[in-house]
């Protein structure tokens, strides 16, 4: 399996969803005989969700045997690890277009960073699924296909279809302006009172990363930057976005906020930051918390700037 | 409009699709009457292709004039420039699942960066509507939103329906693995005979950037990083991927190719890759053409070499 330094963990705390070392068993996927061995394995194990949310068994997620005589084309297959493969039930029924949920909150601090890592990739597995019954060449009905890591249309006569659907990963930077020893923070409407972080949103087709936080930030606050430069990346499966951070250093400060996007914005200097990472009473803001990758992009500024 | 030094054009010469400077025009998305402006603006300009192919007037792409009676539900609005807006019309039509064209390789190096980058972007944006007339939760019709930068399901009665679309962006790693002053490169099957480059592979749910690289490396050439960096990013509109570049440190040398996937791959030093970039006739491999980001990756690896 392959072991990696994660990227950056500035505070010796990952961001949360990040870390996973489940191996993915790439090669399963494509054959259906060791999908059949993995689903008749005696070890195999269901990780347990009540709707999109985790459940835990004490300080850990529940994971149950596999079920007798279930249906192979209702299961994702996760990986496998040294306690055998691990699969998730799909779940038609989950809320569409649903966003974090105060039980991922609350959970999360109970996880290992590898076991939320698992709950991450089921999550955004399970609601991508749950969206994509049908086929968007063709409208027609799709199922499950390479252990879950697909669909496969199921209409051969309509005009090139049997089309196959992958899930889909959508990338958003996540990014700090700075100028003048300061970074710009902001906050939507629908906030916590006082939260403040990163400005962030989707790329799209036809841009790179650097020109996306560009763009970003002349959108939603008007102000122009010279240099972009990549800090680290984390998977958010809210639906399935993966965060890429960066930084970048802003022409001026002054700023043309978009109001519809963002309520308020503001420069905020290192003892600000830091502040209101340490939760201190007088802060001039409430901190995003240790699982945003938002937190981890203001602890590398301040380690940046020697704060 | 944001200026950006675009994030390591190593040679002088940025790859392909990169170096946009389209105003994306994101508020006229979403104002009704600012889209009926746009579309009834006689100066707006209408981006021919050929089904996905690029149409060249002399030394540009080719735009015309907005033909009169339109339906706005028939065009994407790419942006606008000091010549006004410009649109792309959508066509069901073109072939599904198309990869990159022989015209694209033609005509890239007539066209300036940013037109390229337009053509790229239309291109994306055409193929992702005409595979994606039908909502993939409820099966019913979709239309044009938000001047073309998203679908809309019609199928208001279905339950949870009404979802709205948005362009997929699919992130790749691509990727050099290093070991001892040299870098891995491998071909595909299906690719011209000598060609060699970067590794890549689409990034899954539950996973950073950085991890995907390391699962990529260890299920299609068998080996362990240790550390993964970021080099630069860029739009590949073969459907519509965001291929991301990084370079890995390599634990050990042996390989273990998965031989589905890759025909064949081996380390080279920088010599071989500094005779391979400048074309000589003893070159270990055909490097990958300055439009791909592979060939900006080897240039990068070759300057950190002082080769």
């Given at each position: 399996m392959p072991l990696i330094d994660i990227a950056k963990p500035m505070s010796g705390v990952l961001p949360g969803f990040v870390g996973g070392t489940l191996d993915?068993?790439?090669?399963v996927r494509n054959d259906p005989a060791l999908q059949a061995a993995a689903f008749a394995d005696p070890r195999a194990g269901l990780l347990m969700l009540n709707g999109l949310d985790p459940v835990l068994a004490g300080d850990t997620l529940a994971i149950e045997p596999m079920p007798s005589g279930?249906?192979?084309?209702?299961?994702?297959?996760?990986g496998q690890d040294d306690n055998g493969p691990l699969f998730v039930r799909l779940n038609a029924d989950v809320p569409h277009?649903?966003?974090?949920?105060?039980k991922v909150w609350d959970a999360a601090p109970h996880l290992s960073a590898n076991a939320l890592a698992i709950y991450g990739t089921a999550r955004a597995l399970v609601d991508w699924h749950a969206r994509h019954g049908?086929?968007?060449?063709?409208?027609g009905g799709t199922t499950v296909n390479k252990a879950g890591w697909a669909r496969k249309c199921?209409?051969?006569?309509?005009?090139?279809?049997g089309a196959e659907h992958f899930p889909r990963v959508d990338p958003v930077t996540i990014m700090l302006a700075e100028h003048d020893g300061r970074v710009l923070i902001g906050r939507q409407?629908?906030?916590?009172?006082?939260r403040y972080s990163a400005l962030a949103g989707f790329v799209e087709p036809g841009e790179t990363l650097e020109e996306a936080v560009a763009r970003e930030l002349w959108e939603e606050a008007g102000i122009t930057v010279s240099d972009v430069s990549y800090v680290m990346s984390q998977p958010w499966p809210f639906a399935s976005s993966l965060m890429v951070a960066c930084m970048a250093k802003a022409v001026d400060d002054r700023l043309t906020l978009d109001e519809s996007e963002i309520e308020d914005a503001f420069w905020v200097d290192p003892a600000g930051v830091r502040a209101a990472m340490n939760g201190?009473?007088?802060?001039?803001f409430l901190a995003p918390p240790v699982m945003a990758v938002a937190h981890h992009l203001f602890l590398h500024w301040l380690e940046k700037m020697g704060a």
């Open positions: 993915r068993a790439d090669p279930a249906d192979p084309a209702d299961f994702v297959m996760l277009g649903a966003n974090f949920s105060p049908f086929c968007s060449t063709c409208g199921l209409n051969e006569t309509a005009r090139d279809c409407h629908r906030w916590p009172q006082g201190e009473p007088g802060a001039p």
